[in-house]
């Protein structure tokens, strides 16, 4: 089995794992980046939504063959991005489990949708699932880091 070589969070990297492995366990116990979370395993809540060249995808049914060639970027190379500010700053995170998956795809639509409108944004994060239910907080967050990534204005 050849080696899949691909960009993680700006940085070469190459495994040499079984081709079918979903992307979500080799960030977890391969790269023991565990930001990603684990939610449902069948691409349905989006806890463990990270971006392939620039796109929301779900890890958990990824698998690293896909990968080729290819950037990836997950929480924990995000590096103080406009959407984790305005989550502290609108105290978004109950239980916090989700929201990385929740902040990887939010990332994502201000990259291509500078200023969303609720209705862009209720597109964007629907297959998302809080379980907590801070849809508004999310909602409100992401408009906040679209005037932070516009305007450089923090609360």
């Known amino acids: 089995m050849p080696a899949i070589r691909f960009t993680l969070n700006s940085k070469p ?3 040499d794992l079984p081709s079918s492995m979903p992307l979500l366990w080799v960030l977890r116990d391969h790269f ?3 930001g990603t979370k684990f ?3 069948m691409s349905l ?6 971006q392939v060249n620039g796109q929301p995808v779900r890890s958990c049914v990824t698998p690293v ?3 080729a060639g290819k950037s990836v970027t997950t929480i924990e190379g995000l590096n103080n991005h406009p959407v984790q500010q305005a989550w502290i700053e609108e105290d978004v995170p109950q239980c916090g489990y989700c929201q990385s998956g929740q ?3 939010a ?4 990259a291509k949708t500078a200023r969303p409108t609720d209705s862009d944004i209720n597109e964007a994060m629907r297959g998302n699932i809080c379980r907590c239910g801070a849809y508004c907080e999310i909602r409100k967050a992401i408009h906040r880091a679209a005037d932070i990534q516009t ?4 609360k």
């Open 13 to 15: 990297q190459s495994v």
């Open 32 to 34: 023991e980046m565990t």
């Open 39 to 41: 939610g449902c395993g």
């Open 45 to 50: 809540c989006g806890a463990c939504t990270v």
């Open 65 to 67: 063959s896909s990968l």
């Open 103 to 105: 902040i990887m795809t």
């Open 107 to 110: 990332a994502a639509l201000l």
């Open 151 to 154: 305007t450089g204005a923090a």
